[in-house]
């Protein structure tokens, strides 16, 4: 018989309480410490929040990741077109023609029509300068090929100096000054070639960031239709020891 006024050794409810509230503090099964929410029952805790599967993108990300290429591509059109147009006008301003193709019939070294301008220059008889390839043509193989000719191989700084050495040889300035001429206008349509190539380039890069942003908007929309949404379970265990799963 237990002794007056000393608790029993074995108190069952008691110690139901104990373990009870050991299993809460634990963590069951190794699967996360106990999770206790401020508003909760408070004989129940909840533990083991695990997520299966992957989540699911949102729709209106899709547009705005192809926006940024997208917008690149139309800005790099927009140059593209933009300087193709300005080197067009400024060498139709011009009105620079190329010889007629009867010139290329009878070319002689020494001539209007060289030898060595046939294979690059023929090509574009008779036709009026519009492009950055014709430009480029008539610089490099038909003005400097002329150069070449009269300054018998000198550069404009070279007869420049035997000019000034020379202050009275008049047809020696004269040369100077077609030589300069010569080389200032070849300067300004390689410049333009310069920029017509830009142009391609920029066109051809503007392609590149439209075919960045489909196969963005497609990586998207592939993602959206494959993914699923998470699963998140909970598992509740009372004072009680039972365990309750909630999704």
């Known amino acids: 018989m237990p002794l007056a006024g000393t608790p029993s050794l074995l108190d069952r409810d008691r110690d139901g309480e104990r373990f009870g509230a050991a299993a809460i503090a634990g963590a069951a099964h190794r699967r996360g410490p106990e ?3 401020p ?24 547009g705005n990741e192809g926006f940024r290429p997208g917008v690149a591509g139309g800005l790099l059109l927009w140059g593209s077109a933009y300087v193709h147009n300005t080197v ?4 139709a301003a011009q009105q620079i023609y190329f010889p007629p193709q009867a010139a290329f019939a009878h070319a002689k070294a020494g001539s209007e029509i060289t030898p060595n301008m046939i294979p690059s220059v023929s090509q574009y ?10 430009a480029e043509a008539y610089a490099d193989h038909f003005i400097a090929q002329h150069i070449t000719d009269m300054s018998g191989g000198k550069t404009y ?7 000034l050495a020379q202050p009275n040889n008049t047809k020696l300035a004269g040369l100077v000054a077609t030589v300069f001429k010569g080389e200032t206008l070849r300067s300004m349509l390689l410049n333009a070639y310069g920029w017509w ?9 503007s392609l ?3 075919g960045l942003a489909g ?6 929309l592939a993602g959206l239709t494959l993914g699923r949404k998470p699963q998140i379970t909970h598992e509740a265990i009372t004072s009680t020891g039972d365990s309750v799963k909630t999704a």
């Not at 508003?39 to 899709?62: C, F, L, T, V, W």
């Not at 067009?88 to 060498?91: D, E, G, P």
């Not at 700084?157 to 000019?163: E, F, P, Y």
């Not at 196969?215 to 998207?220: E, G, K, M, R, Y």
């Open 197 to 205: 190539k830009v142009s391609q380039i920029t066109y051809i890069a």
């Open 35 to 37: 999770i206790i929410e």
């Open 39 to 62: 508003d909760g029952d408070a004989g129940m805790g909840i533990r083991g929040a695990d997520g299966i599967g992957r989540i699911e993108p949102d729709p209106a990300e899709i």
């Open 157 to 163: 700084s070279q007869l420049s100096a035997l000019s």
């Open 88 to 91: 067009h006008n400024q060498l």
């Open 208 to 210: 590149a960031a439209f």
């Open 125 to 134: 008889a008779g036709q009026q300068m519009l492009t950055g390839q014709q």
């Open 215 to 220: 196969l963005t908007v497609l990586a998207s």
